[in-house]
């Protein structure tokens, strides 16, 4: 009787200060625990690859799948289908997207309700600062990775048209919230940005790969000046990413390892200074078509010293051919080489600094922007671009490869490919600059003996929401 008494007692007190079911992120330690979270690792797409990067994920026959009547939601992207027909069946067959419940399951199950409970929760101020920071930076991160997926690019003068929910934890997630403008979502990107770098409270150094630095959260203000089309604050944010302390550009020749007639290299990008944020991805029967293939620089070190499969053949995955004959896909049989999918790092920076350059009429700095990335990634003796490239355009042979002589826009766009070769990022910065004719790219893959086109104003950049969220919220139609 005194310890059911005591028991009783006990739980009487655990409940009395707030409701019952009310007390579980009653302290800021326990609203922390939301901050390392495994819903980050959702964060990348395949959607991205097979539209921007001219790459394929597939497991079986592609020429199959592209043959039958019925096509699959795959086919359709394969094939760059972008009549209306397509599109819609594209959307039918969208049930549901593990990219865009990532994105809002972060939103809604980590950024607000910490923002939220902030206030009443026992802790420190410094420590409740910190998480507010934190918190803001991840929600602000997330809005900007759905509104390059569900919304056109932002060309200067389409601010108004609509984009994605931001949701803020002032509003009702039992109520149907309208969309903002794309205009609207960056503002608010960059307000969420803005105020956690001003508690000044985010630490130098991340707590662990989830969570977020001051030198992350610049970054991500640099990518979002970048798609306001404000390029001075967009190079002035980068540069002060370029001070991050014991970060660095990754030596690919120098970690090089020989083997035989050729060297190769495999890396874990977790445990590399080359991160910011990361979202860590194994690439596995992922499939280069030639033509993005053959348009980077051979001795780039994320080309030329990946493992790929048979180009001739495809891949014999036992009694079952797959892939393409043809294209290249990276070959990993340890599941060791993670690459950052879709987070933030180094290298982007200094791709954002060399197109700032360019657009402010310096081709010189720009290309030593280039070449300071270059020397991380090429062989030792390689041609430096700055001094030898003076014109702005971009040249392409009708095969879609870029000339040797090409532009300064072309080595830009170039080393942009090789550099997120395998990544996500490729589809955000092509989306981007499709919108501008001097910058734009037609994109072409031959699948099968049938070339398939992807024009730079395509309705597929832009990607329907899943239809579960659709059905939910009337207001959340399709962006075409």
Not at 437 to 463: C, H, M, N
Request: with cysteine; net charge negative; glycine share 6%.
């Amino acid at each position: 009787m005194a310890a059911a008494g005591l028991m009783i007692t006990s739980c009487e007190d655990f409940t009395d200060i707030q409701p019952k079911g009310e007390n579980l992120l009653s302290s800021t330690n326990d609203l922390e625990l939301l901050l390392n979270t495994d819903n980050y690792d959702g964060l990348y797409s395949n959607d991205f690859i097979i539209i921007g990067s001219n790459i394929i994920y597939n497991y079986s026959s592609v020429p199959a799948l592209l043959s039958v009547d019925n096509k699959s939601r795959a086919a359709l992207l394969y094939g760059y289908f972008e009549d209306q027909t397509s599109l819609n069946t594209i959307s039918d067959l969208t049930s549901s997207d593990g990219f865009y419940e990532a994105c809002y399951n972060i939103i809604g199950r980590v950024a607000n309700p910490i923002l939220n409970q902030l206030e009443l929760a026992k802790g420190t101020e410094a420590e409740k600062k910190e998480l507010r920071a934190e918190a803001l930076i991840a929600r602000a991160y997330c809005h900007f990775l759905a509104l390059q997926k569900y919304a056109p690019a932002y060309n200067g003068s389409n601010g108004d048209d609509p984009g994605i929910i931001y949701m803020t934890e002032d509003k009702n997630i039992l109520e149907s919230q309208p969309k903002n403008s794309i205009k609207e979502c960056y503002d608010f990107c960059m307000k969420d940005i803005d105020e956690a770098l001003a508690l000044n409270a985010l630490p130098e150094e991340a707590v662990n790969y989830m969570r977020w630095s001051k030198y992350a959260a610049l970054a991500l203000k640099a990518l979002v000046h970048l798609n306001m089309r404000e390029y001075a604050e967009a190079e002035a944010t980068a540069k002060q990413v370029l001070s991050a302390p014991g970060k660095n550009l990754y030596d690919y020749w120098q970690n090089a390892i020989p083997a035989g007639a050729f060297s190769y290299e495999s890396h874990d990008e977790r445990n590399i200074n080359e991160w910011l944020f990361i979202i860590p991805a194994i690439h596995w029967l992922e499939w280069a078509s030639p033509m993005e293939w053959n348009s980077l620089d051979p001795n780039y070190g994320r080309r030329a010293l990946t493992y790929t499969m048979d180009r001739a053949i495809g891949m014999d995955y036992g009694a079952l051919m797959v892939g393409l004959p043809g294209w290249d896909s990276p070959y990993d049989v340890m599941f060791q080489n993670y690459s950052n999918a879709m987070g933030l790092h180094l290298p982007m920076m200094y791709l954002i600094i060399a197109e700032c350059e360019l657009r402010a009429g310096n081709i010189s700095a720009s290309m030593n922007w280039l070449d300071q990335l270059r020397a991380k990634r090429m062989p030792e003796g390689f041609e430096k671009w700055e001094g030898s490239v003076t014109e702005k355009g971009k040249a392409i042979n009708p095969d879609g490869t870029y000339h040797a002589d090409g532009g300064a826009i072309a080595k830009l766009e170039q080393t942009v490919a090789a550099e997120f070769l395998w990544q996500d990022w490729t589809f955000v910065w092509r989306k981007r600059w499709n919108t501008e004719s001097d910058w734009a790219t037609t994109q072409t893959r031959e699948i099968g003996g049938t070339t398939y086109t992807l024009r730079p104003d395509s309705k597929l950049w832009v990607f329907p929401f899943p239809k579960t969220a659709r059905e939910k919220n009337l207001n959340l139609t399709n962006n075409w």
